[in-house]
């Protein structure tokens, strides 16, 4: 069963500390985020599926290894409900290539279950975005793509 960090009473609580555990490096603080059985599953950006808490702090503690995510949650769309809450957002991370820093954006979904221990993530999605220049910062709605 992952640690509890801290009191998770809300989505919103467990999405800051996830956050804050990427930014940070802190696999344990990370792992305290999700629901404790063994159906949770996360998708990493342009990676594949991986369902289990074992396999998630694996993912993770490797990511790790390379350092703390530098980025920022914005945009947060919550749609909450008693036991559900599903939130969709843009993750702005802080990329280097080729000498020069730009920001890149991941279009993320977290599923958050309400659980005897408090809210709980049980699902974190993420796709790959686009990369954005340094000179050129993001503004949400600028641009639409329908499918």
Same mark, same amino acid.
């Given at each position: ?57 694996? *993912? ?6 390379? !350092?703390? #995510?530098?980025?920022? %949650?914005?945009?947060?769309? =919550? ?41 709980? *993530? ?6 790959? !975005?686009? #990369?954005?220049?340094? %000179?050129?910062?993001?503004? =949400? ?7």
């Amino acid at each position: 069963m992952p640690d509890q960090a801290e009191l998770l009473l809300s989505p919103a609580d467990v999405e800051r500390q996830f956050y804050r555990a990427l930014s940070t490096g802190d696999i344990n603080l990370l792992m305290a985020c999700w629901s404790d059985d063994d159906e949770v599953a996360c998708v990493p950006p342009g990676g594949v599926m991986v369902r289990g808490l074992s396999a998630i702090r694996e *993912l993770f503690a490797d990511l790790f290894e390379r !350092g703390p #995510v530098n980025l920022t %949650a914005k945009d947060i769309h =919550a749609v909450d409900s008693v036991m559900h809450a599903v939130h969709t957002l843009i993750e702005e991370i802080e990329v280097v290539a080729e000498g020069q820093k730009a920001m890149a954006q991941v279009f993320a979904t977290n599923v958050f279950l309400k659980t005897p221990r408090g809210w709980r *993530l049980q699902v974190h999605h993420a796709s790959p !975005g686009q #990369v954005i220049s340094a %000179a050129e910062p993001h503004v =949400a709605g600028a641009e639409r793509v329908l499918h």
